[in-house]
């Protein structure tokens, strides 16, 4: 082998693999083969690397990869030189021993380099040792390129000798490696690599012999039928779609179920043709959430649905893997497939709805939560009084609240949620829908399990507001409270998901037009998760789980401001647990505020003060005016009793930027009172005062957040 580079093709031809883990298998597969190549310098400069999955194969292609990497220098350190050198200079047994290990026996003491550690000599070996070959780079690249797949489940199976077993996600068949036109010597999961592999499975009835690594695409689609990246396979799905529903005037539209079912029916075909399929206009009388479901989870078919309107219609596209001068078997096969679950939804529905939700509720006594928390009943029961709780802190109509919360889960007892999970929520705004329940407890039932709430909160989606954080509330302080907690790894019950949302919930609530003011919300966090916690059973819960709870959501929100602001921002704001509708207007007051040029004078005296007051013992409430003798801390009192009332009625309005921008005034008198005044005077008295007049100035100064987190 030379030093010219040349293209490289390796193919694993393998049993139909996991469609939901293809991709990544195809791209892991690439990868490690780059990796382990790269780490040889077998890679020309700029090689590109493509890679190919389909159902039965994984695939890559490098565009210029040597066939012998070129001479490296290597540098070994070995030991100190007073044990691998005899007194004469000599190699010493045990370095002998050393050197024959590591192949470089033929040293003398004369090759060997002294360097010093900065403690003492040590012997070094350097020179230039022979590059890899491809051989035995791309063995070393495979055994590694397989043995760190993310498989999600390996299997263990027999070689064709009867006696070998070896382990993959699926049987493989053949192996090809390919360098330029020459064959590579190498192997994988017992099999010799070789130059042929397998078309189509059903259009192409022989074995494929590659020219060469840069026909490989192309030779597979033109006489295999088989087009092997799945990017451009998935392009080619997207497009055949998209001008079918065009030609139909529809869309299949653009929700992400949309693109989930794009990428795994790429991973089910090799060669995607799009037929058109439809079925009777009657079943479009059960919700189309079942049908689109049923259709999309259980046949993997595309539904369509009418442009603006986003209607369903009653066709839907199929996406197969053979392609057929008359397709008409293969349209009427599906069809007749997909009627039957349609069917059975149509019955669902209709059975469901002869028994009211609201008579559904008393079910849920048999249905249990958590062993720890009781039934779904019970939960329900909490969930009410939570959301009663919150509605009289916003004003809401608690009775709709109350309702809402009553009907959540009684839809878990019927038979579409029992066929459709999914459909938990939305089934039972169906169901109340029919039963003349209001519509904003339609709608409430509806959304409550969004991940965020979508839009500010107005008059008409107050009742789904107070659903959706009355339920996260039970959850985070229940499950939080029985020992349940998030860790690094593991959130089974999405107690961040819930703390995200009633932190979004809030930030709703006060952008909302039906509020109408941004700063004084009454349903404070840390009262409404105290009250949560008070509706369990004593003893239910772990000690301190509100708290505990609050902690948590803050560090969550702490998480998710700091991709859009100042890291020391966020912290000088979240430090004061502030009221959650409260903390984007203090940010913003506090990024202006650390862009004054007082703002560093000031955040450094406050973390001075911060640190006289954590010393002090006892700290007087009330500052003596009579005992301030220094001008400094006269003229800081006198400044102290002109700001503070303005300040503090700034704060109280919600003028945040203004309430800091009045203590900003201060810099000069707090200056000055540091650099004439000892705080801490050895007469107890005058010290105590001083200490007095620090901690109003303190507590008025870091109202909005706490500025010292502010200094650099």
Known sequence: MDQTPQPLLIELLTEELPPKALQKLGLAFAEGIRKTLAAHHLLATDCAVRDFATP?????????????????????????????????????PALSKKLTAKGLGHLTADDLVHESDGKQDYLYARGLTSGSTLTQGLQEALDYAIGHLPIPKVMKYQLA???????????????????????????????????????????????LVITSPDTYAQQLQDEGKVVASFSARRQLIEQALHAQAAALDATIGDDPEVHALLDEVTALVEFPCVYLGEFEQAFLRVPPECLILTMRLNQKYFPLFEPGMGRLTHRFLIVSNMQVDDPVNIIEGNQRVVRPRLADAQFFFETDRKLPLAERVPALATSIYHNKLGTQLE????????????????????????????????DLGTNMVAEFPELQGVMGAYYAAADGEHPDVVQALKTQYRIRLDAPVQADTLTSAVLFMAERCETLVGIWGIGLVPTGERDPYGMRRAALGLINAYEQLREGAYLKVSNSLSLGLNELLAFTAGLYAP??????????????????????????????????VLALEPPL??????????????????????????????????????????????????????????????????????????????????????RDAVDAFFNDVMVMAEDPAVRANRLALLNSLHQVMNQVADISRLAQ
């Open 56 to 92: 039965r194969r994984l695939a890559v292609h490098l565009d210029a990869v040597l066939g012998l990497a070129p001479e490296q220098a290597y540098t070994e350190k070995l030991m100190p030189a007073k044990i691998g050198l005899t007194e004469d200079g000599q190699i010493s």
């Open 161 to 207: 000798d009867g006696r070998t077993s070896v382990k993959f996600v699926r049987p493989a068949h053949q192996l090809m490696a390919l360098w330029g036109s020459d064959i590579i010597d190498v192997q994988a999961l017992g099999l010799p690599a070789g130059r042929t592999t397998l078309g189509h499975r059903f259009m192409c009835a022989h074995p």
């Open 379 to 410: 939960r329900v029961a909490r969930v009410q009084k939570i959301a009663a709780y919150i509605a009289g802190q916003l004003g809401a109509d608690a009775g709709k609240c109350e309702r809402a919360a009553l009907l959540a889960k009684a």
């Open 539 to 572: 003893g239910t819960l772990a000690a301190d789980t509100a708290t505990q709870v609050q902690a948590f959501i803050f560090e969550r929100y702490r998480n998710q401001l700091a991709n859009d602001h100042d890291r020391s921002v966020v912290d000088a």
């Open 581 to 666: 509708h409260q903390v984007h207007e203090r940010i913003r007051a506090c990024e202006h505020f650390a862009k004054q040029p007082e703002a560093a004078s000031l955040a450094a005296a406050n973390k001075r003060i911060g640190n006289l007051l954590k010393k002090a013992d006892d700290v007087p409430t009330q500052v003596d005016l009579a005992q301030l003798h220094e001008p400094a801390e006269q003229a800081l009192a006198d400044v102290m009793g002109r700001l503070e009332p303005q300040a503090r009625q700034q704060f109280a309005n919600g003028d945040f930027v203004g309430s800091l921008a009045t203590m900003a005034q201060a």
